[in-house]
């Protein structure tokens, strides 16, 4: 590596330190690949099969993952090569799971709902390098994402090896990633074949790293007509790490190493605001290199490193966000106080212990990430890189009334007569059909809850009366149910597989939750409901109740029983159905009872709820029941 001092050199000087190894870009590496694709192009699978014997010393074969071959596999690996691979796939997995991109729904103006859904893209061709040795954890980091998503053709290609196949690991990663089969082959003459369709379908979009002839051929393939889209500019590895005085130097120096054994044409930089720290971490570079295995590779990769001396650590910054780097670690004393300021990485690493090695293969986020100064554009490669994202917009009347003058107006101003004339007609159609006329919305909704104990699956229509079908498992708790949704006047089908060979608990309280995060969604932002409802139901029992549905949770309940069950249903279980409910629902409820009978005055109860219900979601209006124009 050499050493520079950075606030010493000029402009252009501290351009030529950051340049990038040239034959990353070299024209003969532009020229073969063009070749490559105008040959497979024109001559199909047998120019293709010319090409990868010609580079692979193989042609290419299709690999199915049958049952047996994946057995052979496992069986030549170490259980801890096999648990290691395992959990690196669950951890990716969960990772991608959780930061996969959700459907979100924004209302710009009253009546005007605009939506954005994701949906995967169909085929997906995954390029895993091989090389000298097997790149298990590309393979994971790709397919995983993928999976989540939801791609339904994930198609890898990887180089083949020396006898001509798959490494048994990749064999293993790729059936623990769920994959059917693998394509070997390799370099450009593989991205050619995923961008024009030869042997496989043809790939939307192709992601994954490889050397300068992978990475040109997929700028190559993106600019063709109809040709797919990339993930980013994923070339030959690269890592910059800044330090300070408190960063071990053999720390830094393992770091460095294993980024700079990838390939020959890795590049590692090293920023530090210590000249003493520089020199001993390229002295304890020099101790490590001598027994690595790889000692070559990364001896000649050293050569296009770096080791800057700068002033401060803002100066440090500067020059990370300059050069881009496809890694950023930051061994100083206070890293999180860095990271606000670092903008351009392709992932970044904070602190001595977060070894980009643990990024490489098992902490989750995928390490496909954007190379050559990319990072200043792209970020990495996630499940949201699988799918796409569609606009959907709906406008009510009301919300045509906001939008259409202010719309026909922009379109007058740019001279689009006709695009003013289509939100005009609209105008005039819904000032016709009246200003009063009350637009009626569908409020209903499905709930399905799992825990532990109950499985239970709820479907409510606040505007319809029929049917109601309940089945609880625990028949007077049905009834009572039932009357919940006869006097409260909607439609109700519960049905609920508990585990009442304990006690009926579990079933009830989560059946009265799951109820009422079934009515909650279906009465949806309550514009127009009624909103409160009071009644006094009496017989020998009497219930007194009073519900405000504004969104805020809250139970006064005033009830003794002295029957501890009525058939299977246990009497102090009421209480805790109505605080369920009332939690669940977003709804403020009292509730006071009296009387002789415990039957009666739990029947009385329910039938109470329903009473108060039915008018506080009666729609009396389009107008939201709240002084502040909001229920919270």
Not at 503 to 530: F, N
Request: proline share 5%; aromatic share 6%.
């Amino acid at each position: 590596m050499r050493s520079y001092d950075w606030t010493a050199l000029s402009e252009a000087d501290r351009s030529a330190v950051l340049r990038r190894p040239e034959q990353r870009a070299a024209p003969e590496v532009s020229a073969t690949v063009r070749a490559i694709f105008d040959d497979v192009a024109n001559g199909g699978g047998a120019a293709l099969r010319r090409w990868a014997l010609q580079l692979d010393g193989f042609e290419p074969q299709e690999l199915v993952l049958t049952s047996g071959l994946a057995d052979r596999a496992r069986a030549a690996l170490d259980r801890e090569d096999l648990e290691a691979i395992n959990f690196a796939v669950g951890n990716v997995r969960f990772f991608h799971e959780a930061t996969k991109p959700k459907p979100q729904a924004v209302e710009t103006a009253p009546g005007v709902t605009c939506r954005r859904v994701w949906r995967p893209i169909e085929t997906a061709g995954l390029y895993v390098p091989g090389g000298s040795a097997p790149l298990v954890s590309t393979l994971i980091m790709l397919a995983e994402p993928a999976r989540v998503a939801g791609v339904a053709n994930r198609i890898v290609v990887t180089p083949p090896g020396r006898d001509g196949g798959a490494h048994p690991a990749v064999i293993a990663a790729a059936v623990a990633c769920g994959l059917d089969q693998l394509w070997i082959v390799g370099g450009a003459q593989a991205v050619a074949g995923l961008a024009l369709g030869v042997f496989t379908p043809k790939a939307q979009k192709i992601f994954g790293p490889g050397n300068a002839y992978v990475a040109e051929a997929k700028r190559y393939a993106a600019g063709l007509p109809g040709g797919p889209a990339i993930d980013l500019p994923a070339g030959p590895s690269e890592l910059m790490v800044v330090v300070d005085v408190s960063a071990d130097p053999k720390f830094v120096a393992a770091d460095l190493l294993s980024q700079a054994e990838h390939d020959a044409d890795a590049q590692v930089l090293l920023v530090s605001t210590s000249t003493e720290l520089v020199r001993a971490v390229l002295a304890e570079v020099a101790v490590q290199l001598k027994d690595l295995p790889r000692a070559g590779t990364a001896a000649a990769a050293l050569q296009n490193g770096r080791a800057l001396l700068v002033g401060d650590l803002e100066e440090a910054l500067t020059v990370a966000n300059r050069y881009a780097p496809e890694h950023l670690s930051l061994q100083v004393a206070r890293p999180a106080e860095l990271l606000a300021r670092v903008h351009n990485a392709g992932a970044v690493f904070t602190g001595a212990y977060s070894a980009e090695t643990l990024g490489d293969y098992v902490a989750g986020p995928s390490h496909v990430l954007p190379t050559d100064g990319a990072a200043a554009a792209y970020g990495g490669v996630s499940a949201a890189s699988f799918m796409k994202c569609i606009t959907v917009q709906q406008v009510e009347q009301a919300g045509l009334t906001a939008l259409g003058a202010h719309a026909a107006r922009l379109a007058r101003l740019e001279g689009l007569e006709a695009h003013a004339r289509a939100a005009d007609i609209r105008l005039s159609a819904s000032t016709a059909a009246g200003e009063n006329e009350q637009i009626i919305r569908r409020r209903s909704s499905t709930i399905e809850r799992v825990t532990r104990e109950t499985a239970i699956n709820v479907e409510v229509d606040l505007d319809r009366t029929a049917p109601v079908r309940l089945a609880s498992g625990i028949g007077f708790f049905d009834h009572m149910l039932e009357q919940v949704a006869h006097h409260g006047g909607f439609a109700l089908r519960l049905s609920c597989n508990g585990d009442l060979h304990i006690d009926a608990h579990h079933s009830v309280e989560d059946c009265a939750l799951a109820l009422g995060q079934a009515l909650r969604e279906a009465l949806g932002d309550r514009r127009g409901i009624a909103r409160f409802g009071f009644v006094l139901p009496m017989d020998e029992a009497e219930a007194q109740i009073s519900i405000d549905l504004g969104g805020r949770p809250y139970l006064v309940f005033d009830a003794q029983f002295s029957a501890p069950l009525l058939g299977d249903y246990p009497t102090e279980m009421t209480e805790h159905v109505f605080r369920s409910l009332a939690q669940a629902m977003g709804a403020t409820v009292h509730l006071s009872v009296k009387g002789e009978n415990d039957h009666h005055k739990t029947e009385a109860c329910f039938k109470a709820l329903g009473r108060a219900l039915r008018q506080a979601i009666r729609i009396e209006s389009e107008e939201t029941p709240s002084t502040k124009g909001v229920i919270e």
